[in-house]
């Protein structure tokens, strides 16, 4: 009896073993096709602009295609979505953000996911800085306390411009806004080069957006930067002092970077969120790729699967305070 037994436990095990095996071979072999990067936001975007640049490196690292696929609207929510309902194979990325992963949760109530538990998080890339960019033929001033002076004594009298209702261009301003009890009118758009080009023609007086963005304006003399939004100095743009150390009340502390950074559908097997991580890390950590991030004034940012699960949900109760305060919600 007791052989008998033992026989058909050895025979179990094995077949468990069996059926195991290609799963296991799947992960460890991975990547054996190409990979699908799916873009919520306009070709020539800011975010754009970083997928493009890691998108060579990152398939020389991992031996396969990187194909950015664009889902562009509502905020990066479509993409999100898509790549939500994905098959958890790490074959179907998403290139998110603190926005996408983060204050979308506080703006949207009705989302079709959950940007928590729907998604496993890979890897960030970078914390990109905003900078507070006027175009002087609308509201002539040079420093950021000469803005706040200017835009309170006008109530209403000023736009101010982003990159879609809900992005982090929009959420920075408005936590600048309500910190400060400042009384100004949003003017969303479809994306970076709009928002910015609204800015440059007069349309909008102001935007605070990526510095990646408006440094070729700046170095143009079409816009002028009053502030940038991290709590330190950007080497790119290091004359620009951040808003934190202008001794305004109301702006203490002020900190409202934004990170971008890949995810993978829930369920994706550990192993291949691994080496992904890994091979993101590999390329930022390549000199002339740190180099041309740090040029634009973003900067890089590694962090484990676990370590970046964190960040997205410390920056998720963040963002729903800022949106509670300023009173922002889409529907």
Not at 95 to 115: C, E, I, Q, R, W
Not at 177 to 199: F, T
């Amino acid at each position: 009896m007791l052989r008998t037994a033992l026989r058909s436990f050895s025979i179990a095990a094995a077949a468990c073993t069996a059926l195991a095996a290609p799963l296991h071979a799947q992960d460890t072999d991975y990547p054996h096709q190409p990979i699908m990067l799916i873009m919520g936001f306009p070709a020539g975007s800011g975010v754009d602009v970083v997928a493009r640049a890691i998108q060579e490196p990152l398939a020389q690292k991992l031996g396969q295609p990187i194909i950015i696929d664009y889902k562009s609207g509502a905020a990066g929510n479509i993409a999100s979505e898509y790549v939500a309902r994905a098959r958890p194979d790490g074959y179907t990325l998403v290139f998110g953000t603190a926005a996408t992963h983060g204050s979308n949760a506080a703006l949207y109530k009705k989302l079709p996911f959950d940007v928590e538990t729907d998604f496993v998080p890979v890897a960030p890339v970078l914390d990109v800085s905003n900078v507070l960019t006027i175009n002087p033929d609308v509201i002539d001033v040079r420093t950021l306390k000469e803005f706040v002076d200017t835009v309170r004594a006008n109530p209403g009298k000023y736009n101010f411009a982003s990159t879609g209702n809900g992005a982090g261009t929009h959420m920075a301003f408005a936590e600048f806004n309500s910190r400060l009890g400042l009384d100004m009118i949003h003017v969303p758009y479809k994306g970076g080069p709009e928002a910015i080009l609204s800015v440059t023609r007069g349309e909008t007086c102001c935007i605070m957006n990526q510095v990646q963005t408006v440094l070729p304006h700046y170095k143009a003399g079409k816009v002028r930067l009053l502030g940038v939004t991290t709590a330190k100095p950007v080497a790119a743009i290091s004359e620009v002092p951040t808003i934190a150390s202008s001794g305004i009340k109301g702006t203490e502390k002020f900190d409202s970077s934004i990170w971008f950074g890949i995810f993978a559908p829930k369920g994706t097997p550990a192993p291949v969120v691994a080496k992904l991580n890994t091979a993101v890390r590999q390329v930022l950590e390549q000199p002339d790729v740190r180099e041309r991030f740090e040029s634009q004034g973003n900067t890089i940012r590694i962090e484990s699967p676990a370590a970046f699960r964190q960040t997205v949900h410390n920056d998720r109760l963040k963002w729903a305070k800022v949106a509670k305060d300023a009173n922002i919600s889409i529907d």
